[in-house]
């Protein structure tokens, strides 16, 4: 029945149609290729189950993903992707996980079974605990990555694997200038043996960075090209090193490697394990649309995959995850922490940021379009069905 309603002129489409889908395919791969990660925040009802996720990163060709606990669906569902997955031990476990047997057990739950098949590459033990209020997560917090550590030591992950925890820049006591960046004195207690550990075992810093709190905090003093990637700002050049910083984010990165130095520390690799920009916020959070949003992205897209290092670390490529995936209905806060997302539930962009695709943004604009819209707007994963459906009738 089928193929007597395909007809000769549709399958002469099909062959027309595939090397234009090819040739943008080829050029979507080569502009993710460079890993750029993606945070996978689940505070939703309405979600996707993590099969359906697997396809959409698929088609993003997305290699890093983080995600806030060790959801086991998620990681069956990624077997044998080839995906590499930073999982994380939640807070409400730091009373718990500092006592060897039980961050042993932990990791017999969590990883063991699944990292065979699953690329666990990462464990991220607590987040934001440092520049929190609750000082007993605080005083947890070096011992339960000692002993995940350690745990992973006694299963021989530990060169598989990597422990670390993510900061707020609210850790930081001083920012700007970057060869000025320290970290405030009250958390020096903390911090000190925390950079130990990281400088003993090699793993990397991670850290939260958003420059969207930086303008949105002060519209009239932050430049919003500068914080947004754009072409179009003067920058700022340090007074001490006189390195040149034409985008707040990589700023802020070597205000952190600073900090670190300072405190004694000077082989400690710092990456972004959040990092991202709203597409819609409250009356008072400025900035917050989709053009921004999408220009902050793009942007960082392009410098992720063009493996630049910051002025500091120039051979450094920038090491980003970007928040977030989906916009999380369920979040709480301002309207802005519920769209942060490239994806709607859906499916489908927020956004454009992809190659030729309806765009929101003006024309001279520098965003470089990296997202799976497909052809003039025509939704990519649209496009994989419409191509399957007519080559079935051939």
């Known amino acids: ?133 609750d000082t007993q997560l605080v005083t947890n917090l070096v011992p339960a990555m000692q002993s995940v550590y350690k745990a992973l030591v006694n ?24 060869s000025a960046g320290s970290f405030r004195p009250d958390l ?31 519209p009239g003093e932050v430049s919003l090209d500068y914080a947004l990637f754009g072409s179009n700002n003067q920058g700022m050049t340090d007074p001490v090193t006189n390195l040149h910083y034409d985008n707040m984010l990589y700023a802020q990165v070597d205000a952190v490697y600073t900090a670190i130095k300072a405190m004694g520390h000077s082989n400690i690799e710092v990456k972004v394990s959040e990092t991202g920009w709203p597409s819609k916020g409250d009356a008072d959070e400025v900035g917050a649309t989709p053009q921004n949003a999408g220009l902050y992205n793009g942007n960082l897209f392009k410098r992720v995959q063009a493996r630049q290092g910051t002025p500091a670390k120039p051979s450094v490529p920038i090491d980003v995850h970007v928040f977030a995936l989906f916009n999380e209905n369920m979040k709480p806060g301002p309207a802005s922490e519920r769209n942060y997302g490239l994806f709607y539930p859906d499916g489908s962009p ?26 003039n707007g025509f939704p990519l994963f649209s496009l994989i069905v419409f191509l399957v459906a007519y080559l079935m009738c051939l």
Request: net charge neutral; hydrophobic share 45%; proline share 6%.
């Open 1 to 133: 029945m089928m193929a007597t309603a395909c007809s000769t002129s549709s399958s002469l489409i099909v062959f027309r149609v595939l090397p234009l889908f090819l040739l943008l395919s080829e050029a979507f791969l080569r502009a993710h290729g460079a890993g750029m990660g993606i945070n996978y925040g689940q505070i939703a009802n309405n979600l996707p189950s993590p099969s359906k996720v697997v396809g959409l990163l698929q088609s993003l060709n997305v290699s890093k993903v983080k995600l806030y606990d060790a959801d086991p669906n998620v990681l069956l569902a990624f077997a044998n992707t080839n995906v590499e997955f930073i999982i994380g031990i939640g807070n409400e476990y730091l009373q718990s996980v500092p006592d060897a047997a039980k961050a042993q057990a932990w990791i017999e739950t969590h990883v063991k079974p699944y990292i065979g098949r699953t690329k666990i590459t990462c464990i991220t033990v607590g987040n934001e605990v440092v520049a929190g209020n």
């Open 155 to 178: 299963l021989g992950l530990d060169k598989q694997v990597t422990v670390t925890t993510a900061h707020s820049l609210n850790i930081l006591a001083t920012s700007y200038p970057p």
């Open 188 to 218: 020096a207690e903390v911090i000190q043996p925390l950079l130990s550990f990281h400088s003993q075992t090699g793993y990397p810093f991670l850290i939260n960075a958003y420059p969207f709190f930086a303008y949105k905090g002060s």
């Open 350 to 375: 927020v956004y454009n940021i992809g190659f030729h695709g309806t765009n929101y943004l003006p024309e001279d604009t520098d965003i470089a379009y990296t997202s799976a819209s497909g052809i």
